[in-house]
DNA sequence: ACATAATAGTTATGTCGGATATCTATTTTT
DNA sequence: AAAAATAGATATCCGACATAACTATTATGT
């Protein structure tokens, strides 16, 4: 009884939605004990990494719409794993960093990302997850640029 | 400027939603044309594959709810793109089919699935993408054997 | 055979991520 | 100073996906 989705294998969007299925449903495990979702540990991961950028810039590279980042904000800062500090040049903006709490929370969050990375790409080298990582980047950039016709794009050798 | 995800990059989820973001983006621009959306088109192209099967076998081949099948079918039976033929055996049961018509579509629409899937995968030769269907069926199937430490499970040489 | 359980499909409903329109306050432009 | 632009917030909607419960039919167990 071989596979009754054959014709739908053959394509990349079939399975990485499958693969992202799998993923979600794991991660969200994952972040329960820590109270968060995958985008709100997104959003900590960047606020980690940048501190003192605004919202507008946040919701820009996480790709989401600033409306829905507000909200997303607001449980963050309720759970006072952020602050939002008013800029004192541009008194509409806000500068956002991670609270103690919030360093020390993405800190153990992180760890058990990693663990779930681990179980999810059990069976893959460094260098496949590299590799694999390195093609949805292209794919990302290929959506992105509506169809240039960039003749010789290339991936960086694995 | 270098990246402000960098944390977020190093793991495949984030880059394998980003990645379905824009498939997903295209995929939908291009199933317009045909009436189609991602899910309806992939009940086409299983219905073709197996034709006489049942509905509660279409959701769990496409991982999708039963309740929510039911509309879905109803959409493709409404544009009279699939038949769904009491089972003279078992009259609980539907056994559905393509109809002309929808086999017709089902190859317009291969055709510019085919085309949007060259648009995606610019840049990755043909064993590229196998090599990254495999590591995205193997991350899914990591998922679903929720942790039984199969200790040497291993993909298919590319 | 008959009561009980199970199954196929359906209906109703809830949840969650994501999108748009519109508003206020502030800053920039002219 | 007036008009336009920007940062953030509020309200609202849509679509994907999940659960509970219902009807009709078939299978099971004594």
Redesign the interface.
Known sequence: MSE????????????????????????SQTLVPFGLR?VTW?AL??I???PG?RQS?LAD???IERPNLVVLLDELERADLINRDRDSADRRAYRLSLTEAGEVLYHEA?LA?EAH?D??????TRE??A???A??????A???TG?ET?GN???PEA
């Open positions: 009754q989705d054959q014709g739908l294998r053959l394509f990349c969007g079939y399975n990485i939605k499958r693969a992202f299925n799998v993923i979600q449903a794991d991660v995958l997104s991961s960047v980690h990494g940048n950028l810039q590279i996480l790709s992180l990302m990375e179980r999810m790409t059990e069976g893959l496949d997850r590799a694999l990582i093609m949805l980047r292209r794919i990302e290929n959506g992105k169809g960039d794009g290339s991936l």
